[in-house]
């Protein structure tokens, strides 16, 4: 029960009244792309329920199917009262018995009641009575009345759930094995696959000329189905149906099915196009491009408001770039300021120097842990007398060991005796330290160990 999606039996009850068809369409013209789309995109809109019909059936199954599900899914009340008023015309002793039942609904009691009303069962075709039970029951369902549970309700349960699962047809594919045998060999002998080779090989000329002459009541001629073919499967198929009704097969009523199949094939191909190329599938694919084009067209412009902020993004950082820039100019020019007045120090340092002589511990000094980075070989010389714990880089050492300066108490720099890449590699290298560096341009020994013992 679970299965069963009782929609498409209501859809089913509802257009079986012609008189319907009128106002299914007043309603579905006030929002026939909504209520399209809604059935389209239901798995029910190619179910056996809404489609074993004729063309104009079909069409108001698929137009009734939008309407309801638009119904569940808005609870819109003056289409609800559209559809009511059509339950109410078209099966109003069922509304009326619901109506009048507030608790419960009895499926055995209505039963008697509308076939009493009928003045008996034989003047009732199953499907009325199973299209008046789907109106009880959808009422029942929509109001929210328990429905009493017995043997009426549970064959009804039965019959639709058959119907539902397409499980009551002929099924060729369930025969037994003997009557498999039985088909397969008169088939084998069957020399008839399609129109022409009845022609051809089919000797009773009154039945083809019966045939032929009941196309021509309709204007129309047997030739238009010379462009199907009817496969083995389709063949045997009508073999097996005429062994249901004779003790043998019968060759006439074969070729009046293969008749009757190619009018079914070419009215199932001729409903398959229709729903494919009619006016609402052709509304509803324009409006499917018409949103797909304001989508994209959203998306633009979505982007060019992107694209100018980015330009306006760019136009800043290329302002600060060039400000960058001017200050780049302005530290480089700082810079060579800067050397030069450490120069001019350090010349009126070395004036100052040759006239003063400092006192200096000097067995403190030689226990100190320096590296002394460039200055004269001379100068090195000297120096290694009272820095006996230290070492000493030579000024074209590029590729001297950096893990010293990891142990080094402070670093000696004569910047004006050192190449410009050992410079570079050692300051690096004792910023990430941040190990003193002490940069000294005389060469009066006395004062370097004066600075160094500092």
């Not at 980075?373 to 100068?379: C, E």
């Amino acid at each position: 029960m679970s299965k069963i999606n009782m929609t498409v039996f209501f859809c089913d009850s509802i257009t079986t009244e012609h008189s319907n068809y009128k106002r299914i369409d007043d309603i579905y013209k006030t929002n026939k792309y909504e209520y399209y789309r809604l059935a389209r995109q239901s798995k029910e809109y190619d179910s056996v329920i809404i489609k074993d019909s004729h063309f104009l059936k079909e069409e108001y199954n698929k137009k009734l199917l939008g309407i309801v599900l638009y119904i569940q899914q808005t609870n819109d009340n003056l289409i609800i009262m559209k559809v009511l008023d059509m339950i109410k015309d078209s099966y109003s002793y069922t509304f009326n018995y619901f109506s009048k039942h507030k608790y419960s609904i009895d499926f055995d009691d209505f039963l008697k009641k509308i076939v009493k009303k009928h003045k008996g069962i034989e003047n009732l075709t199953d499907d009325e009575i199973n299209a008046n039970f789907v109106i009880l029951h959808m009422l029942s369902i929509w109001n929210e009345k328990n429905i009493e549970t017995n043997g009426c309700f549970d064959s009804y349960i039965n019959a639709i759930n058959s119907r539902y699962l397409n499980d009551y047809r002929v099924n060729y594919n369930k025969i037994s094995c003997d009557e498999l045998i039985i088909v397969e060999d008169y088939y084998n002998n069957f020399k008839i696959k399609n129109r022409a080779s009845i022609l051809k090989y089919y000797n009773n000329k009154a039945v083809t000329n019966m045939i032929a002459l009941s196309f021509d009541t309709e204007n129309i001629t047997t030739t238009m189905f010379d462009y199907i073919e009817l496969t083995k499967k389709e063949i045997e198929e009508l073999i097996y149906i005429t062994m249901l009704f004779d003790n043998e097969t019968n060759e006439n009523n074969i070729i009046m099915l293969v008749y009757f199949r190619y009018m079914l094939k070419s009215f199932k191909e001729m409903k398959e196009h229709y729903f494919e190329n009619n006016k609402e599938t052709m509304f509803v694919d324009i409006n499917i491009i018409q949103e797909q084009l304001n989508i994209a067209n959203n998306i633009i412009t979505t982007k060019d408001k992107e694209i100018e902020e980015l330009k306006k993004e760019l136009s800043i950082k290329d302002r600060e770039i060039k400000k960058l820039k001017n200050e780049l100019k302005d530290n480089k020019i700082n810079k060579s300021e800067l050397i030069s007045l450490r120069n001019n120090f350090f010349d009126i340092e070395l004036e100052e120097a040759k006239t003063i002589q400092y006192e200096i511990d000097y067995d403190s000094l030689s226990r100190k842990k320096i590296m002394v980075l460039g200055g004269h070989d001379t100068l090195q010389s000297k120096l290694k007398e009272y820095l006996l714990n230290s070492v000493f880089i030579s000024v074209d050492n590029i590729n001297f060991d950096t893990n010293l300066i990891h142990s080094i108490d402070k670093i000696i720099v004569f910047p004006n005796y050192l190449n410009h890449a050992i410079y570079y590699k050692l300051m690096n290298e004792s910023r990430k330290l941040n190990k003193e560096v002490l940069h000294i341009s005389n060469t009066n020994i006395n004062l370097i160990l004066k600075k160094i013992s500092e």
